[in-house]
Nanobody
Framework: QVQLAESSGGGLVQAGTSLRLSCTAS???????MGWFRQTPGKEREFVAV????????WYADSVKGRFTISRDNVKNTVSLQMNSLKPEDTGVYYC?????????????????????WGQGTQVTVSS
């Protein structure tokens, strides 16, 4: 059993600035893929980024590629999302996720239904 909690980073910022989201996991997560989804107003939850077990490779949604960076610390059981050059369309609730059955190398791990464990979400608002 894994419990996830977004521990820091959400807030209100201006476009062009940066935020760093962090999520702490209870339980052993070193054998889980971990990632981030977001839910923007009026839309369903969408994939943002996922990182492999070792933290050596990551995948990103096209909308955030080059601006966001996901990382993890398997000693501290944390996953983070560094968000740079924020845009108003990045506004939404950000959720950290984890699952040991996904495999982005084989095209799983990009859909909401594929993740078992979810954090409670943290609000990010980017003003123009």
């Amino acid at each position: 059993q894994v419990q996830l909690a977004e521990s820091s980073g959400g807030g209100l910022v201006q476009a062009g600035t940066s935020l760093r989201l962090s999520c702490t996991a209870s339980g052993r997560t070193f054998d889980y893929y971990m990632g981030w989804f977001r839910q923007t107003p009026g839309k369903e939850r969408e994939f943002v980024a996922v990182i492999n077990r070792a933290g050596s490779y990551s995948w990103y949604a096209d909308s955030v590629k080059g601006r966001f960076t996901i990382s993890r610390d398997n000693v501290k059981n944390t996953v983070s999302l560094q968000m740079n050059s924020l845009k108003p369309e990045d506004t939404g609730v950000y959720y950290c996720v984890a699952d040991d059955q996904v495999n982005p190398y084989e095209d799983t791990g990009f859909r909401e239904r594929e993740y078992t464990y979810w954090g409670q979400g943290t609000q990010v608002t980017v003003s123009s």
